[in-house]
């Protein structure tokens, strides 16, 4: 407790004698995103040189860092976590000489985890809901950095179609970073909206190739093995097994309708196209042996052979 306000009498001490004017300076945050789903970060923004030395600065983040992050910085630069909360820390950085840039390194920042159809998101809300009336006090001082350029690197190449994310907010960079202005997130926390992206889980990536080549054999061998499941079936079990075809087909398509991202769409395929194809062939032949044996006197019997 008693080190807990002694780094708030610091804070106040130091924002209260500083003698600068209001700096414009806009922090740069990386965020490196590894394949086994772990995140680190590098953080760096120009120093102001018109400051008392030490000079302080308290930058805030959308996410909790975990206990065991460690963070990497020049002997320059003191840097210690004044609070933390839900989905929000709060970095106390302490410049003790003139430097060029203030560059720290967080490592593990968090993990992702979990996913839904291989693919995985992020989703920061700059508007801190959670943090608590002092810190949002603190951040509201003119060296208190709670918006910034925002960088993903993943650990292999994305394509755009691979991404979904807010309307026009992430820009493609390269074929393994992409980025998001401080201008465009300001933006999107003035509307209130949380700044997200959704991207494919790599260490998946290798299952989902295993998954396609299962899916193309599955569907061979049905198709092949499907003319031997409808030979001498009564008209019974073929209404049966065209309802359940229908069903099943109707099913997997109004699946793929749902994902509007090409992605995603090209996932579901890859798991249940083989479903999708053979229920396709059974809704065809079934139907068209009906047809066939209508028009040429109907169905007798109660067997049907062919």
């Not at 708030?8 to 300076?25: E, G, K």
């Not at 075809?245 to 579901?268: C, E, K, P, Q, T």
């Not at 479903?275 to 065809?284: C, G, K, M, N, R």
């Amino acid at each position: 407790m008693m080190k807990k306000a002694s780094i708030i009498f610091i804070v106040i001490s130091l924002f209260t004698t500083s003698s600068s004017a209001r700096q414009q300076i806009h922090p740069d945050l990386t965020l490196v995103i590894h394949r086994d789903g772990r995140v680190s970060a590098i953080a760096k923004f120009p120093p102001s040189n018109n400051v008392q030395i030490p000079a302080l600065y308290l930058v805030a983040f959308p996410f909790h860092l975990d206990d065991n992050t460690h963070i990497e910085a020049s002997n320059d630069i003191h840097i210690r976590a004044l609070s933390k909360g839900n989905n929000y820390t709060l970095l106390a950085l302490i410049q003790l000489a003139h430097v060029e840039e203030i560059l720290f390194k967080l490592s593990p920042v968090f993990e992702i985890i979990g996913s839904h159809l291989d693919r995985q998101s992020l989703e920061f809300d700059f508007t801190y809901p959670y943090m608590s009336l002092r810190d949002k006090m603190l951040c509201r001082n003119e060296r208190c950095f709670s918006s910034y350029n925002v960088s993903l690197i993943f650990p292999e190449e994305v394509s755009p179609r691979q991404i979904s994310n807010n309307p026009n907010a992430w820009k493609r960079v390269d074929a393994q970073k992409y980025f998001i202005s401080q201008l465009e997130i300001v933006a999107l926390k003035e509307k209130k909206e949380k700044v997200w992206i959704a991207f494919p889980e790599f260490n998946k990536m290798s299952s989902l190739v295993a998954n396609a080549f299962i899916t193309i054999f599955v569907t061979i061998l049905g198709l092949l093995a499907s003319p031997f499941i409808l030979r001498n079936r009564s008209r019974l079990d073929k209404v049966l097994l065209l309802v359940l075809s229908i069903a099943a087909f109707s099913g997997n398509v109004y699946m793929i309708y749902l994902f509007r991202n090409r992605i995603d769409n090209v996932i579901w395929f890859i798991r249940g196209g083989g479903v999708i194809l053979i229920s396709l062939y059974f809704i065809v032949h079934i139907i068209y042996d009906f047809s066939r044996r209508g028009t040429s006197g109907g169905i007798s019997g109660t067997s049907v052979t062919f």
